[in-house]
């Protein structure tokens, strides 16, 4: 019996190893304004929408990711990660922070601070 689990093993190595996460990059070109909203039972939320040809983007690639861990990125930090049940094509995303400052941070980078690559999808 132990030699038939090492052949399947080796036949479909495939298995054993886990889907990586896919990255939506958040830049420059792909936002219109960050707000800080007030705290709620879950944290602090920054809201975010973002511009006509960010909210194109994230509307494809979310679209082709149902079902997926995505991950938001800015630069090498990581805005927010969720699974996608829906795409977004509404170009509105949110993150909650577990403090006001966190949740200012985030808001002041987000209207101003971007870089200007990488923008959309990554890995």
């Not at 495939?14 to 960050?34: H, I």
């Not at 707000?35 to 709620?40: I, L, N, R, S």
């Not at 509105?92 to 101003?112: I, N, Y």
């Amino acid at each position: 019996m132990m030699s038939w689990i090492a052949v399947l093993l080796l036949a479909f190595p495939a298995v054993a190893s886990a889907e990586t996460e896919q990255e939506f990059n958040l830049c420059s070109a792909y936002v219109e304004k960050a707000v800080a909203g007030e705290q709620t039972d879950l944290g602090w939320p920054v809201f975010v929408k973002l511009t006509g040809i960010g909210t194109n983007s994230l509307g494809g690639f979310t679209e082709a990711k149902t079902g997926k861990m995505i991950r938001i990125i800015v630069g090498d930090r990581e805005f927010s990660r969720s699974t996608i049940w829906v795409p977004i094509p509404s170009g509105e995303l949110h993150g909650t922070f577990s403090s006001k400052e966190v949740a200012t941070d985030w808001q002041r980078t987000l209207a101003g601070q971007l870089p200007a690559a990488p923008c959309g999808a990554g890995n």
